[in-house]
Structures are given as structure tokens and as C-alpha cells.
């Protein structure tokens, strides 16, 4: 009868055989693996099945087979609320760009023939959305009829490649190594605003500092910081910025921008969101001297090289639109 240390050898080294073939990894681990990326993205079995057309049992018990296989349990699994093991999240933390990497592959293919077409993601910050991608989206769709564009708003700056995404769209140029970013918008600035009511009834602040006496409505990002308040000194680059108060605080823009126009107080804004109120005397503009122009939004993916056409066809035609108000 062999030693208890030799049997669980023995055991290890079955499982380890059962994991790689003479060329490399077991393909029969595949859908397994993706499976168990689908149901931790979800972080519902039953969310993740509804998505595959399984049931929910296959589903669990596939996953149950996967953790058996590997020798490690990959969820926390009770009757109302399921979780990641350490093991789990390390599992997949290592799986997402690699099945993202396979998704994009699966999806440039249909562009085989030289036109842009397929399935086309891209994260982006609602406001650019809302001012720049969806007022020209049935003349985009119609240029390029087989492509079909998937929003994902999405205010947090996320991992494009992680999250399964062709582009993203957000403030500023992105650092992150390996990737480009190209202007899609002009140069905007941020806008003080209140109503004319709240201002006749509160002053008008003449400087930054005077914000101490105002309320000021304020933006809480998903990772809980506060926005604080940017301005420069006229006449100067000298930066600063502001940790304003006030008795109200949303994380939602419009939501932000709806109580400004109730006169609950004052709001920093970028200027193409509160334009057309401003235009029609809902809102007053205050400290503009204070608010230069800064770098608009940027469209960033992966390097020009091997560009998919419908990204190349998305991001031509939004530097297009920037062109032509620009001049």
C-alpha cells in the first residue's frame, strides 16, 4: 500500500496531465474556462446561463467539474449569493485578456473582405456620448451599414482589452503603454453656472475663493473621491483647485445638472453640457476668465497596427465631425 504522501503525488500528478497535452494546454479546458469567466463577470449563475442558453444546473455543475479538475475551488457558491475565491479572482485576472484577445479575433473576421464591418465596442464617458457620438449616429450607421456600434457608458476609466472593448473615449490622452489616442473633440473648458434666481439671491462669485460662500453641487466619482474644482489664474498658468462644499452630491452629471437648474446651487460643468441653457438664460456663466481651455476628449485603443477597419472607420469619422467644428 503506497505512502499517503505518494498517493497525493500520484493524485497531483493526474490532475497535472489532465491540465496539458504534449503541445501545451488541454483544449477540452476552453469552454470551461470561458464559462467560468462569463459567470464571475455576471456574478450570477443565473444571469450567466439566461446569456448562454444553459441551464442553470449544467452551468453549475460544469463549474463544479472545472474546480474538481484544477484541484482548487474557483467560487464561494450559497443558495442566494455566489463569490470569488482568491484563487478565482487570480484565475480571472490571467483569463480576461486572453479570452478579449480571442473575441477580437472572432470579430475582425468578418472584415475579411475589405469593408468595415462586425460588431464594434467601445466604452466611453457619458457626456462624450451624449455630445459627440450619438448626434451623428444614423450617419455613421448609414456609412457603414454593416457595422453595428455598442455603447458602453461608462464614467470609470476601464481596461478596454479586459472588458472585451474596441476603443474607449475619455478626457485627456491616455499614458497607457501600447496604446494610441487621437483627438475626437475640440478644445473645451469647464463652466461655472448657476440660475439667475440663485445668483440674485446668493451674489456672484468673483473668484474662486468667494466659492466659500456658495453651494456648491458636487461630483462623487465610483471610486468615491470628490471632483475638486480646476481653475487658472488669469493671465498666469498657475493652476489651482478647489475643495468646494455644499448639500447636495450626486454621481450622475445630469443629475448634477438638473438640481443647478432648480437653483440649488452652483455646479462646474464642461461647457458643452450647459450650453443650450446658457443660450437660453436658464443658467448664467460666472468665473470664466478663471476656466482656460484644456485638451478635449480622446478616442484610445490598441496601436494603429492591425487596426480592425470599423475601428479605423469610427475613429475617421469622429475626427471628421471634429474637423468640421473646428473651422
Not at 89 to 118: F, K, N, V, Y
Not at 137 to 149: D, G, H, I, K
Request: hydrophobic share 40%; with cysteine; net charge negative.
Amino acid at each position: 500500500m503506497p505512502a499517503i504522501g505518494s498517493q497525493e503525488a500520484h493524485n497531483f500528478e493526474v490532475r497535472r496531465q489532465s491540465l496539458f497535452t504534449i503541445d501545451g494546454m488541454n483544449p477540452n479546458l476552453l469552454p470551461s474556462l470561458a464559462w467560468f469567466s462569463l459567470v464571475a463577470r455576471h456574478g450570477s449563475f443565473t444571469k450567466a446561463a439566461a446569456e448562454t442558453g444553459m441551464s442553470r444546473a449544467a452551468l453549475s455543475q460544469n463549474l463544479k467539474a472545472l474546480e474538481k479538475q484544477l484541484g482548487t475551488r474557483l467560487l464561494y457558491r450559497t443558495t442566494r449569493d455566489m463569490s470569488l475565491t482568491e484563487a478565482g479572482q487570480h484565475l480571472l485576472d490571467s483569463l480576461r485578456p486572453s479570452l478579449a484577445a480571442i473575441e477580437l479575433a472572432l470579430r475582425d473576421l468578418d472584415e475579411a473582405d475589405g469593408e468595415p464591418s462586425g460588431v464594434l465596442r467601445v466604452n466611453t464617458a457619458r457626456i462624450a456620448a451624449r455630445h459627440f457620438v450619438e448626434p451623428h449616429l444614423s450617419e455613421f450607421l448609414t456609412r457603414y451599414p454593416r457595422v453595428t456600434l455598442e455603447l458602453m457608458l461608462d464614467d470609470g476609466l476601464s481596461n478596454i482589452l479586459a472588458d472585451g472593448c474596441d476603443a474607449g473615449i475619455r478626457l485627456g490622452e491616455s499614458l497607457v503603454e501600447h496604446m494610441i489616442a487621437v483627438p475626437i473633440t475640440p478644445r473645451l473648458e469647464m463652466a461655472v453656472v448657476g440660475t439667475p434666481d440663485y445668483f440674485k439671491r446668493h451674489g456672484t462669485p468673483t473668484t474662486p475663493a468667494d466659492l466659500v460662500h456658495h453651494n456648491c453641487i458636487n461630483y462623487r466619482y465610483r471610486g468615491g473621491g470628490l471632483h475638486d474644482w480646476e481653475f487658472a489664474n488669469p493671465g498666469s498658468d498657475h493652476e489651482l483647485t478647489v475643495e468646494v462644499k455644499g448639500r447636495y452630491l450626486v454621481n450622475d452629471d445630469d443629475g448634477m445638472l438638473r438640481a443647478a437648474l432648480q437653483g440649488v446651487g452652483l455646479i462646474q460643468h464642461i461647457d458643452v453640457a450647459v450650453q443650450d441653457a446658457i443660450e437660453d438664460g436658464r443658467l448664467v456663466r460666472v468665473l470664466r476668465d478663471w476656466c482656460p481651455p484644456f485638451p478635449g476628449f480622446y478616442l484610445y485603443a490598441p496601436s494603429r497596427e492591425q487596426m480592425p477597419l470599423k475601428l479605423r472607420a469610427l475613429l475617421d469619422f469622429l475626427v471628421e465631425k471634429r474637423e468640421s467644428t473646428i473651422r
